[in-house]
């Protein structure tokens, strides 16, 4: 797609507009022209809208009567691969391209001109009369080396009030400077030393810079096992990037790994690059997306929704730890970033690398189809070796009710806190207790909204839906019987858990780490940080901390319920479970001490944990793939979830068989439909839901005839579809 036009004042172009309607609209362009890919602001009714002019208008309209541009915003024009990539993504997730628009377009007050604040610098004059306050303002400002600064960034770094900073600026010592708002972020420097690379890293590490200097699509999958180094390794390819002038961006499952990521490269480059995810202030996102389009930033880390920025000149996308399902996005435009990343790498011709101990399924098939290229660190670096593995069989350990830690992880628990080691235990379950039910007439608390089971949350004292996140307070009468102080827990979470350690171990110091017991990022990043050092001697956590975060000081791992993933009739319940579970024991004895992780389960024989134990990962994985074959389903044939949903229970019902009735768009390229049936949730927020699944060849065009099929219901304005391309949760 390299059409950019220049349009003449008047002419007719075709906008795509951030509102949701199904096609772009005519204009005129404005006073002074436009180009492709301007973003502007055009009136639509009452309202002036956001959007980027897409080309030559479509004609049909009265060109008299068509309204002009109202502005063009000062930021550079969206460049050709990123509507190109806009349009493949929409295709390929059946997604409204507006939708897309809006995703591109996530920073605040994008159609804002550039405002100016206000630094400060060191002045020539020398005060008249020197204070201690005064001194620790020079004496700041030398720290900076001439780089403005705020009035706040001052006065905080010198410990001083504003009045402070103002009498110094009167006499000179301090001038006032005016600079853009948004300013280029520090530059990395990616000709500086990185650490000395083993030979099996330094083998990893140029085949990657050697893609990256191709300057040509590529994707790699860069297999390690926890520790050996991967990160390390593509660093490398980071800096060979940087030192083509091209930019970078490394994508992150979780936001609690980035402070540690930070950090990371400020000791490898000299400098932190740009920051985009959810927790980043409104400044600073908007920073972020200009300098990333401007070309301020060589280098982003984020979330997945940074690979919508608006790129200058992308070269290299990693997608660390990629199997994590948090790449899937799960509502509004249903994407994996992982997949998109290399759609949009083919685009630019730049390279993907995939890093992961543990990879998906897709990406084990791609790199085995050979569209992938493989590369494998098979040891950890230094001393620190895997951790054994076994199984704690459960039907023989003796254990009273409503306790779940058996024996025999006591007895290593106890033997880790003598040692002054850290212990792990894994559950991944948030809140007190998963069911509560009424002794008196067996009712289970539920919630009013959706076919969920409330939770019950100590530590917020009140039952919490995980589905909508409604919230009511403890009762202490049963809603149904109307008995009192009958209701009681049944199952653990990790609260539970919490107490039964403080039972079990009372001297011991006890953390839980569990994404809802912080109030924010930066809560959690110093909990970690805290743990790392020492504090803690047994850890609680959820699946949060299965993602990278170094413990030095852990030694044990024990996973309370390891069969509680392969519970369920998820099509990827064994792959999640098998990946979980060894990142989970990869936490553990990462320097010096040999570390051991304890599998507590009750069917030690399954075959998923047979392999998890014996860390046979290539027959797990050819055993996996078989099955998947075998059943054509995902990644060797295609899926497509259809969810509708509806207040009136039999209205989606009706709709759901009518679609299902009508299934000749899809017989045609040869897939078949299954269902309607409830979803997995029936109801969430006050809606019933109702799911069909679509299964197709690899091959068969399947975007194409979803939307022919979908087409020929009549929806009711209050029935709502979502079409999800390769689903990956089932609920
Ligand atoms: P992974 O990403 O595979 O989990 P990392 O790259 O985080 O592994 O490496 C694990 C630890 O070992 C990190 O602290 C890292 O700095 C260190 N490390 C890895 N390779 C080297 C090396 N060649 N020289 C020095 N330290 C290394
Ligand atoms: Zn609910």
């Keep these: 797609m390299d059409d950019t ?33 301007a973003f502007v602001e055009c009136s639509l009714g009452p309202r002036l809208v956001l959007g980027v002019v897409w080309g030559p208008g479509e004609g049909g309209f009265d060109a008299a009567k068509l ?68 001194a620790r303002v020079l004496d700041a400002l030398d720290e900076y080396a001439g780089m403005p600064v705020t009035q706040s960034e001052l006065s905080e770094a010198a410990g001083v009030t504003p009045s402070v900073v103002k009498g110094l600026v009167k006499l000179g010592a301090v001038i006032e400077v005016e600079a853009p708002r948004d300013s280029a972020y520090p530059r990395l420097d990616p000709h500086l030393p990185g650490p000395e690379l083993t030979e099996d890293q330094t083998t990893a590490a140029g085949a990657l810079t050697a893609g ?109 730890e990629e199997h994590d399902t948090s790449y899937k996005q799960e509502d509004g435009v ?7 990343a290399v759609l949009r790498a083919s685009i630019l011709g730049a390279q993907v690398v995939l890093a992961s101990a543990t990879p998906s399924l897709e990406s084990w098939a791609n790199a085995e189809a050979g569209k992938y290229a ?9 001393p620190a070796i895997l951790p054994e593995m076994r199984a704690i069989d459960m039907r023989v350990e003796d254990l009273p009710g409503s306790r779940w830690i058996s024996p025999t992880l006591q007895r290593a628990v106890t033997d880790r806190i003598r040692k002054g080691e ?64 009958k209701l009681a827990p049944v199952g653990p979470g990790v609260e539970r858990l919490a107490e039964e350690v403080a039972g079990l171990f009372p001297d011991a110091r006890l953390a839980v780490l569990s994404s809802d017991l912080f109030g924010s990022a930066r809560a959690l990043k110093a909990a970690i940080v805290q743990i790392a050092e020492g504090g803690a001697d047994i850890i609680i956590g959820t699946q949060l901390v299965a993602k990278g975060h170094n413990f030095p000081k852990l030694t044990l791992v024990g996973v309370i319920d390891a069969d509680l993933g392969l519970q369920g009739s998820d099509l990827r319940a064994a792959e999640r479970t098998f990946q979980l579970m060894r990142q989970v024991a990869g936490r553990a004895g990462r320097v010096e001490q040999p570390g051991e992780a304890l599998l507590q389960t009750f069917q030690p024989e399954h075959p998923v944990i047979r392999a998890i134990l ?75 839901r109702v799911r069909l699944l679509v299964k197709a060849d690899k091959a068969a065009p399947l975007q194409a005839a979803l939307i022919d099929w979908v087409a020929q219901v009549k929806l009711p304005t209050n029935l709502r579809l979502s079409i999800d391309i390769d689903p990956q949760s089932f609920y």
């Design 67 to 134: 309204r002009p541009i109202a502005r063009v915003l000062d930021v550079p024009p969206m460049r050709d691969e990123m509507r190109e990539f806009l349009t493949r993504a929409a295709a390929y997730t059946v997604t409204p391209m507006s939708s897309m628009l809006r995703l591109a377009t996530r920073s605040p007050g994008l159609g804002n001109p550039q405002s100016m604040r206000r630094l400060y610098q060191r002045g020539g004059a020398e005060p008249d009369r020197m204070t201690d306050a005064r």
């Design 422 to 485: 850290q212990s792990l235990l894994f559950l991944n379950r948030r809140g007190y207790a998963p069911v509560t039910i009424c002794r008196a007439c067996g009712h289970q608390i539920g919630c009013d909204h959706c076919d969920a089971r409330m939770v019950e949350h100590r530590f917020l004292k009140r039952l919490v839906c995980h589905q909508c996140g409604e919230t009511k307070p403890m009762p202490t009468v049963c809603p149904e019987c109307e008995v009192e102080d």
């Design 212 to 320: 990256v200097a191709s300057q040509d699509y590529g994707t790699t999958l860069l297999r390690g096992v926890t520790g050996s180094g991967k990160t390390e390794v593509y660093m490398e390819a980071v800096a060979a990037c940087l030192a083509q002038g091209r930019q970078a961006l490394v994508l992150l499952p979780e936001i609690a790994l980035t402070a540690e990521f930070l950090t990371r490269v400020e000791a490898r480059f000299g400098a932190r690059p740009a920051e985009w995810h959810s927790g980043v202030t409104m400044t600073e996102r908007r920073r972020c997306w200009r300098m990333v389009a401007e070309g301020g930033a060589q280098l982003v880390v984020g979330a997945r929704s940074a690979l919508f920025l608006p790129f200058q000149h992308l070269g290299l996308i990693i997608v660390d």
């Design 5 to 37: 036009c220049h349009f003449a004042p008047g002419e007719r172009v075709c906008v795509l507009t951030t509102q949701p309607l199904d096609r772009m609209l005519d204009y005129r362009a404005p006073e002074g022209g436009c180009v492709t890919g």
């Design 374 to 382: 493989r590369l494998t660190l098979a040891e950890r670096f230094g």
């Design 614 to 688: 014996s860390g046979a990962e290539e027959p797990f994985w050819k055993a996996e793939a078989d099955e998947r074959r075998h059943a054509g389903v995902p990644p060797y044939g295609r899926l497509a979830g259809i969810v509708l949903s509806a207040p009136d229970v039999q209205q989606v019902f009706d709709i759901g068989a009518a679609l299902a009735r009508a299934d000749g768009p899809l017989r045609r390229i040869g897939a078949q439909v299954y269902g309607p049936a409830p979803a997995p949730i029936a109801r969430i927020r006050g809606r019933h």
């Design 334 to 340: 249903l994407y994996n970033a992982r997949d998109m």
